[in-house]
T-cell receptor, first 115, second 114 residues
Framework: NAGVMQNPRHLVRRRGQEARLRCSPM?????VYWYRQLPEEGLKFMVY????????ESGMPKERFSAEFPKEGPSILRIQQVVRGDSAAYFC?????????????FGQGTRLTVV | SQQGEEDPQALSIQEGENATMNCSYK?????LQWYRQNSGRGLVHLIL?????REKHSGRLRVTLDTSKKSSSLLITASRAADTASYFC??????????????FGEGTQLTVNP
């Protein structure tokens, strides 16, 4: 049973371009969470999704950021018109149950660098 | 201060010594979890302690939870160089919406010197 798979591991984008980050949850997990980690800081919650539904997006910036978890395929975190401040590590986690009621399994992250 | 704060921010010890890290939080929780993150890597789950539990053990790890003080501690006994990493506590809140996410502290950077 493969763990949470994120790709790419590293992504470099120029200012104004779009970044698409992918996350395949563990098999059997229908709950996906995205977190952002700035250097030397802890993880900050962005969005919680179940298949085809956004459950909690209270941590998502209002503009340029969007997330989806389609019926088929990975969850996608999309950042439009990236700016230098978007440079961070983006982690995806999945769990079989909701929220903190059970262990969340994290992927290795995607490190986004905006130049 | 914010939910899930760890102290100390950095801890340097010798191999074989014990390492204690503390975490404080502000709101009511269902559970508290500890994670480890090696430099440049993802998070590895260490242990989950529920709000009705006071202490939990897993191998060389001992976690305590004091809900009256809204604090938790992580003790690593007989530390090894391989324990060098950042350690984060994460809490989930009580409630329909807040229970869906984990709130992480800023982490404690542990260095175990050989």
């Amino acid at each position: 049973n493969a763990g949470v798979m994120q790709n790419p591991r590293h992504l470099v984008r120029r200012r104004g371009q779009e970044a698409r980050l992918r996350c395949s949850p563990m098999k059997g997990h229908s709950h996906v969470y995205w977190y952002r980690q700035l250097p030397e800081e802890g993880l900050k919650f962005m969005v919680y999704l179940q298949k085809e539904n956004i459950i909690d997006e209270s941590g998502m910036p209002k503009e340029r950021f969007s997330a989806e978890f389609p019926k088929e395929g990975p969850s996608i975190l999309r950042i439009q018109q990236v700016v230098r401040g978007d440079s961070a590590a983006y982690f995806c986690a999945s769990s079989p149950l909701r929220g903190g009621n059970t262990e969340a399994f994290f992927g290795q992250g995607t490190r986004l660098t905006v130049v | 201060s914010q939910q899930g704060e760890e102290d100390p921010q950095a801890l340097s010890i010798q191999e074989g010594e014990n390492a204690t890290m503390n975490c404080s939080y502000k709101t009511s929780i269902n559970n508290l979890q500890w994670y480890r993150q090696n430099s440049g890597r993802g998070l590895v789950h260490l242990i989950l302690i529920r709000s009705n539990e006071r202490e939990k053990h897993s191998g060389r790890l001992r976690v305590t939870l004091d809900t009256s003080k809204k604090s938790s501690s992580l003790l690593i006994t007989a530390s090894r160089a391989a324990d060098t990493a950042s350690y984060f506590c994460a809490t989930d809140g009580v409630g329909e919406t807040s229970g869906s996410r984990l709130t992480f502290g800023e982490g404690t950077q542990l260095t175990v010197n050989p």
